[in-house]
């Protein structure tokens, strides 16, 4: 079974960036399929961004889209969430989880197999 890390949050003020990262390990990830989900205080588990084995990103609507693109670098087994423009409603705990080559289509939590541990990610002046 594969294995994720995730890796790159912390304390970022209003309007900064932020580079995560999902480290996969125990199989190659041009098998998978990796989403990045997000959990905020008190709130379910929100589908943000997917990318495909082969490189085709999936934008689940949320409240992010437009600010955020998804990357893979299959020869470091690593998928990447770039975030912009951040903004506190932002703050949340940041999770990778894989499917078998490609995204689910609606984003839903069931639907993908291995999880990380999460990233806190807070986004505050």
């Known amino acids: 079974q594969v294995q994720l890390v995730e890796s790159g949050g912390g304390l970022v003020q209003p309007g900064g960036s932020l580079r995560l990262s999902c480290a996969v390990s125990?199989?190659?990830?041009?098998?998978?399929?990796i989403a990045w989900f997000r959990q905020a205080p008190g709130k379910g588990r929100e589908a943000v961004l997917c990318?495909?084995?082969?490189?085709?990103?999936?934008y689940y609507p949320n409240s992010v889209t437009g600010r955020s693109t998804i990357s893979r670098d299959n020869a470091k087994n690593t998928v990447y969430l770039q975030m912009n423009s951040l903004k506190p409603e932002d703050t949340a705990v940041y999770y990778c989880?894989?499917?078998?080559?490609?995204?689910?289509?609606?984003?839903?939590?069931?639907?993908?197999?291995?999880w990380g541990q999460g990233t806190q990610v807070t986004v505050s002046s």
């Open positions: 125990g199989s190659s990830l041009d098998y998978y399929a």
């Open positions: 989880a894989s499917a078998f080559y490609y995204c689910p289509p609606h984003g839903y939590s069931s639907d993908f197999n291995s």
């Open positions: 990318i495909s084995s082969s490189d085709e990103g999936t």
